[in-house]
């Protein structure tokens, strides 16, 4: 049986200060703390852990104004989706409160003076871009925002993103057969630029294989596929903080494992691609297997995340 979700001792409850319908399928939800204090500071990319009835959790990107600090969700109605989104569309008004953990980041943007950006929206992958966005406004750095969608009446955040950044911001839907040619975008790419994607799951492999050898990072709400595992033999696990060792088998997860034997681990996706689970690896080689990490962070080879990666050897040694 899958162990509960955990949100961290630090999750906290926030209250609904505003509702807007943004397109035909996704609102955005404004939240504050309920005294009025200052919610906790994020950077564009970041996202938050909303708590559902059922302990259930799901992620949302922060969509507000990195610099003010506002917090600002967009949720996508999702009718053939796991319930989470019919249910906040459904039962959270202003003056409601719902429970929130974060905000943590694994897209994190940093604009640079030197570096130029194109920002790649696609669906409701739009609100962390819409994030960055502001923040490469802020900054002063070259950026362009591209956004696709199957039409303009589905497109979140479009009024906005115009307002903002007025010729930088590039619209392709569908409908008006304004498709985004991903060849053509990467080939008049100029030197030093960074290519920044969040969308469904075919324009993120898109966006990778047309942008391959360059520089390209992705959020992805999907895990990706893997292929086979680097061993399918059991492996130990050490746990260098609680003491002991534990064999991870071919059919179960390290996360599972370590929840058996007693280990408090916080986690949420289960699947490799919210990030709740990271750890920190002090010894042995990983067969990463998650949606997160960059090829470089891979190779890096110092943290993973449990719930679905593995050993690449007979031992690895973790910091939990």
Not at 41 to 57: K, Q, S, T, Y
Not at 89 to 114: C, I, M
């Amino acid at each position: 049986m899958t162990a509960p979700t955990r949100l961290p001792e630090t999750a906290l409850d926030v209250v609904v200060t505003a509702r807007t319908r943004s397109s035909d399928a996704v609102d955005l939800f404004d939240l504050a703390a309920p005294d009025g204090t200052p919610l906790p500071r994020w950077e564009a990319g970041a996202h938050v852990d909303v708590a559902l009835p059922d302990g259930d959790v799901r992620q949302y990107s922060l969509c507000g104004d990195p610099v003010e600090g506002t917090w600002r969700i967009g949720v996508l109605r999702e009718p053939d989706g796991r319930g989470g989104s019919a249910w906040l569309h459904d039962h959270l008004a202003v003056g409601s409160t719902v429970r929130v953990a974060g905000p943590r980041n694994h897209f994190e943007f940093e604009p640079r003076r030197g570096t130029s950006y194109v920002l790649v929206a696609g669906g409701v992958g739009v609100t962390p871009i819409s994030a960055m966005a502001r923040a490469a406004a802020h900054a002063g750095v070259e950026y362009v925002v591209h956004y696709a969608g199957r039409s303009r009446a589905s497109m979140a955040l479009l009024d906005e993103l115009a307002e903002l950044h007025g010729d930088r911001l590039h619209v392709h839907a569908a409908d008006e057969g304004a498709r985004l040619d991903l060849d053509a975008l990467f080939a008049g790419m100029p030197p030093f630029t960074t290519t920044y994607c969040c969308g469904p799951e075919r324009m993120i492999d898109a966006v990778e294989a047309a942008g391959a050898g360059r520089q390209v990072v992705v959020e992805r709400f999907e895990p990706k596929a893997v292929g086979e595992p680097v061993r399918h033999e059991s492996f130990e696990v050490e746990l260098a903080l609680t003491g002991g060792t534990v064999t991870v088998p071919s059919d179960r997860s390290v996360l599972d494992v370590v929840e058996e034997a007693g280990v408090l681990v916080l986690s949420s996706c289960r699947e490799g691609t919210c990030g709740t689970c990271e750890t920190t690896v002090l010894e042995g080689e990983v067969d990463h297997r998650d949606s997160i990490l960059t090829p470089d962070e891979q190779a890096a080879g110092d943290r993973m995340f449990i719930c679905v990666s593995r050993a690449a050897c007979p031992r690895l040694v973790l910091d939990l």
